[in-house]
């Protein structure tokens, strides 16, 4: 496409994408409000320049997630169909734009050359809700892989950015639901340099006792099993995979991971940075999730034995990784 071409399509796409919003909220009367809710022309220029400008698609996919998350709780089969096909419509013609989501696959392929499908695991209970808990290097493609099994499945997807919209929106308060604010700057143990009496009683309180850190996980993993007891879906990350297992929901574990130089090429291509600053990002962002999952874990993040399966996206690529989880879960979806 041509540039202009390719801004004019974006900015096609943003508007129907926006009026698809509004027709979904109206349709489910939800009390959570609409996905979008600045004005018409800010919001459809904001869009567009978030399909135009942003390679890894993150913030994109967590707005169209809302968007269709909302869309199956419609009880209409009429009206949850139709809107359904509009989204579709949007998302395959989103995902022909140059970079929208992501540039480049995550593929070795001498190892998918060596590659064998893996026999089909056994059934869960027909009565349980299908939850598949997904953790992931950074760089090995794990949102994507996520984003797109949610899609095929027709299943709610939810990852950090859904989880604070979401908390926002049944009106907790703003500070103390921020779980990707804490992620990033997780320090449990880190000493500070200067102690804040004040701020520590206004937190104190605020918090119940509770650190201002812990306060965000217990928020968070409430969510996190209300949602598993009542809807199949998909989550990335957040210790979900520990915080089921502790309350004895089921649910189905995934890790994806590659090799980490095919990581580092990856996020060179997908977010345009220099070898330098890819492998200072990756080992920054694997070292936040090593902690963060050990300490509220309870297990070792990225160790075999904690999760049901483990897969080199490196081996199969993004969409045959999505085929693959698909084909075990053959028996369970069809």
């Given at each position: 496409m041509?540039?202009?071409?390719?801004?004019?399509?974006?900015?096609?796409?943003?508007?129907?994408?926006?009026e698809?919003?509004?027709?979904?909220?109206?349709?489910?009367?939800?009390?959570l409000?609409?996905?979008?809710?600045?004005?018409?022309?800010?919001?459809?220029?904001?869009?567009?320049?978030?399909?135009?400008?942003?390679?890894?698609?993150?913030?994109?996919?967590?707005?169209?997630?809302?968007?269709?998350?909302?869309?199956?709780?419609?009880?209409?089969?009429?009206?949850?169909?139709?809107?359904?096909?509009?989204?579709?419509?949007?998302?395959?013609?989103?995902?022909?734009?140059?970079?929208?989501?992501?540039?480049?696959?995550?593929?070795?392929?001498?190892r998918?050359?060596?590659?064998h499908?893996?026999k089909?695991?056994?059934?869960?209970?027909?009565?349980?809700?299908?939850?598949?808990?997904i953790?992931?290097?950074q760089?090995?493609?794990?949102?994507?892989?996520?984003?797109?099994l949610?899609?095929?499945?027709?299943?709610?997807?939810?990852?950090?950015?859904?989880?604070?919209?979401?908390?926002?929106?049944?009106?907790?308060e703003?500070?103390?639901?921020?779980?990707?604010?804490?992620?990033?700057d997780?320090?449990?143990?880190?000493?500070?340099?200067r102690?804040?009496?004040?701020g520590?009683?206004?937190e104190?309180?605020r918090?119940?006792?509770?650190?201002?850190?812990?306060?965000?996980?217990?928020?968070?993993?409430?969510?996190?099993?209300?949602?598993?007891?009542?809807?199949?879906?998909?989550?990335?990350?957040?210790?979900?995979?520990?915080?089921?297992?502790?309350n004895?929901?089921?649910?189905?574990s995934?890790?994806?991971?590659?090799?980490f130089?095919?990581?580092?090429?990856?996020?060179?291509?997908?977010?345009?940075?220099?070898?330098?600053?890819?492998t200072?990002?990756?080992?920054?962002?694997?070292?936040?999730?090593?902690?963060?999952?050990?300490?509220?874990?309870?297990?070792?993040w990225?160790?075999?034995?904690?999760?049901?399966?483990?897969?080199?996206?490196?081996?199969?690529?993004i969409?045959?990784?999505e085929?693959?989880?698909?084909?075990?879960?053959?028996?369970?979806?069809?």
């Amino acid at each position: 496409m041509q540039e202009n071409n390719i801004r004019e399509k974006c900015r096609e796409l943003a508007t129907r994408l926006y009026e698809l919003d509004g027709e979904v909220y109206e349709s489910v009367g939800s009390s959570l409000g609409r996905t979008f809710t600045g004005d018409r022309e800010s919001t459809i220029r904001n869009l567009s320049a978030l399909m135009y400008t942003k390679p890894d698609g993150h913030l994109l996919r967590s707005e169209m997630a809302l968007i269709s998350n909302m869309a199956r709780t419609i009880k209409d089969k009429e009206e949850k169909s139709r809107l359904m096909k509009k989204y579709d419509e949007i998302f395959q013609e989103i995902l022909t734009l140059p970079e929208t989501f992501v540039a480049t696959d995550i593929m070795d392929k001498e190892r998918v050359a060596l590659n064998h499908m893996i026999k089909r695991r056994e059934k869960i209970s027909e009565n349980d809700h299908l939850v598949i808990c997904i953790s992931r290097t950074q760089g090995s493609a794990g949102n994507d892989i996520g984003f797109g099994l949610a899609d095929k499945l027709r299943v709610n997807y939810y990852d950090v950015e859904i989880f604070d919209q979401v908390l926002r929106r049944l009106e907790a308060e703003k500070g103390a639901v921020n779980d990707a604010e804490y992620f990033a700057d997780f320090n449990k143990y880190e000493k500070k340099h200067r102690f804040d009496p004040k701020g520590w009683l206004r937190e104190f309180n605020r918090y119940h006792g509770l650190p201002k850190q812990d306060a965000v996980f217990f928020n968070m993993s409430d969510l996190i099993c209300d949602l598993a007891s009542r809807e199949d879906c998909i989550i990335m990350g957040r210790c979900a995979d520990a915080i089921l297992k502790n309350n004895h929901i089921p649910h189905i574990s995934l890790f994806i991971t590659a090799p980490f130089a095919i990581r580092v090429q990856h996020v060179m291509d997908v977010r345009k940075m220099d070898i330098k600053q890819a492998t200072r990002f990756l080992k920054k962002m694997d070292n936040q999730h090593r902690k963060y999952y050990n300490f509220y874990g309870g297990a070792h993040w990225g160790k075999p034995d904690n999760y049901d399966l483990c897969i080199n996206s490196a081996s199969y690529g993004i969409n045959e990784t999505e085929n693959l989880i698909l084909k075990l879960l053959d028996d369970q979806i069809h």
